[in-house]
């Protein structure tokens, strides 16, 4: 292999256990639902639904629990390797 084509080689390898790849708040989609909405950005191969939870969690206001409402690839809002946003309602706890 020549030390071209090594080195994408290894900043891939790389990128593949970095967290930059870690799901992130977003922009909620306007209109969805009433109240406050949270949005992440993730990778659907590499995110689990309790990483989106907390990450929505981490996001609500406090004494509001996050509850799942929708997905949608969005490329205006999440990069190309997170292209899944997810929506969460951030509602009074039970």
């Known amino acids: 292999m020549t030390s071209g084509r090594a080195l994408p080689l290894a900043l891939a390898l790389a990128l593949a256990g970095c967290s930059a790849l870690a799901p992130y708040p977003t922009v909620p989609p306007a209109g969805a639902a009433a109240g406050p909405r ?23 206001p406090a004494h509001t629990a996050a509850h799942f409402v929708a997905t949608d690839l969005r490329m205006n809002h999440c990069p190309l390797l997170l292209p899944t946003r997810a929506t969460f309602l951030c509602a009074a706890k039970k």
Do not use: D, M
Not at 39 to 59: F, P, V
């Open 38 to 60: 949270v949005a992440i950005c993730y990778n659907g191969l590499r995110s689990s639904r309790a990483e989106l939870r907390a990450a929505a969690q981490q996001e609500c």
